[in-house]
């Protein structure tokens, strides 16, 4: 291979384009380490249990395997839970709690419902099933999310979905808008 030569004004150019510069005359980088970062302290997972307000009493009766749920929360007019049961509200999230225990499945739901309220959603689908394989044909979880999504602070209402999404094995449930989101809205309409 033969070596190309350079023509003056070009190296003169290019030793102008990198200025001054020094020999290196050891070739073993030494490398000192940067100081550590100062410990921060990990972040708390939220406390999703905050949100269920425990001493709200709740009329929330027993219900068998093909029993519908339907919550309408305070100040709501009937219209919002007819639009919900129609599917007029888009689905904007889904939660599956088939086969959990109702300690995991409280934890699942909570979590959830917290994620889908800082992100905005409006309208969730929560599969819980119908609890055929419950002792006594009495179905847990139906009945213990009947009863925390009525004491949940960020449900507005809830119904069970339609047939073709689970019917009385599921339910669809409306949340409220996070404060961060009405802000924005209401800055959108003026």
């Known amino acids: 291979m033969s070596k190309k030569s350079i023509p003056d004004n070009e190296l003169e150019l290019f030793r102008q384009t990198v200025g001054q510069v020094q020999r290196i005359t050891n070739n073993r980088l030494h490398l000192t380490p940067d100081k550590k970062p100062p410990p921060r302290p990990r972040s708390s997972d939220p406390d999703y249990a905050s949100k ?87 179905p847990v979880l139906k009945n213990h999310l009947n009863l925390w999504l009525r004491q949940h602070q960020d449900v507005q209402a809830f119904c069970s979905a339609a047939p073709r999404d689970g019917g009385a094995g599921a339910v669809l449930v409306l949340l409220k808008i996070s404060d961060k989101y009405r802000d924005a809205q209401t800055e959108l309409l003026e």
């Open 52 to 138: 269920l307000d425990h001493a709200r009493e709740i009329n929330a009766e027993t219900v068998s395997n093909e029993d519908t749920l339907n919550y309408l929360g305070f100040g709501l007019q009937k219209k919002v839970l007819k639009k919900l049961r129609q599917g007029q509200y888009g689905l904007d999230a889904e939660l599956d709690l088939h086969g959990l225990t109702s300690q995991h499945a409280k934890q699942h739901l909570l979590k959830f419902l917290h994620h889908c309220v800082e992100e905005g959603y409006r309208c969730v689908h929560i599969i819980h099933g119908k609890g055929y394989r419950s002792a006594d044909n009495h």
